[in-house]
């Protein structure tokens, strides 16, 4: 199997190189990601300036390239381009991997998530992706184990054919210890609830105003019953299966009929 692995919190971020170790034995994998932080990108791309890259040896293990660019960007080249120039221009991955992002994209962070963005960039090309994200908080972080609680996730998924188009969104709960047990593995929806934050209002030396975000991401208004949020707060690994079509079909014959 070949492998492009990109991530949204940099190439030299812990979460990738844990990742990285976790699922080299699945086969050849390719490391294209972000040359610094770009969370809560989305699914941003750049149109108006190059994308820089660089060759790092992140570690003895990992060597990638870094772009200067998004998530998205990072697929998108990785994908059309990079990955012709390694193996032909007839050839695709067979996956690609974003993660293991340091904090969890549950409800609507999914929105938000330049690590979901770039999972559904390869999907929308043709390459199915899986995202793999990590809830953050209460002690020191276990990478090492929250990486092989990921990798036995993902071999469950890829137990099954994953259709060229699908985005699988994986989040592992809380490891704080290299001794955590393997937390349960449950199918389940996206939260759908707005998140509960708000801006501080500031003031500069200057007098000008200025908000500053505050809240933690993982606050909302409802959580429903049997949702993502729910079941990760319960200590279980969630997989959700996502899709980037945005058409409201439920919705959308009644539209058609209004508007002919």
Not at 22 to 45: K, N
Not at 160 to 170: G, K, W
Not at 175 to 203: C, F, K, Q, W, Y
Request: proline share 6%.
């Amino acid at each position: 199997m070949k492998i492009l692995l990109t991530n949204d919190d940099g190439i030299t971020a812990p979460g990738i190189a844990a990742l990285y170790d976790a699922i080299a034995s699945l086969g050849e994998i390719v490391v294209v990601a972000p040359a610094g932080v770009q969370s809560a990108m989305s699914h941003g791309i750049t149109f108006h300036k190059p994308l820089m890259t660089r060759d790092v040896q992140v570690n003895e293990r990992m060597r990638g390239i870094s772009v200067e660019g998004t998530p998205a960007d990072c697929v998108k080249l990785g994908l059309r381009t990079i990955w012709a120039e390694r193996f032909g221009a007839q050839s695709r991955p067979d996956l690609v991997i974003s993660g293991m992002n340091s904090g969890a994209n549950v409800g609507i962070n999914v929105i938000y998530s330049g690590t979901i963005a770039a999972a559904i960039e390869a999907a929308f090309l043709g390459v199915p992706a899986i995202a793999v994200s990590l809830h953050m908080g209460g002690g020191p972080v276990a990478w090492s184990r929250a990486a092989h609680i990921a990798r036995a996730a993902i071999d469950r998924v890829l137990a099954f054919p994953l259709d060229a188009h699908r985005v699988m969104s994986i989040n592992v709960p809380r490891t704080l210890s290299d001794n955590a047990p393997m937390p349960p593995i449950r199918v389940v929806r996206m939260n759908t609830a707005a998140g509960i934050d708000r801006h501080e209002r500031r003031e500069s030396p200057e007098g000008h105003a200025y908000y500053w975000p505050c809240g933690n991401g993982m606050e909302f208004f409802h959580t429903a019953q049997g949702s993502d949020v729910e079941a990760l707060s319960e200590g279980n690994v969630t997989i959700t299966p996502l899709w980037y079509d945005l058409t409201d079909d439920a919705s959308l014959a009644a539209w058609v009929d209004r508007l002919g």
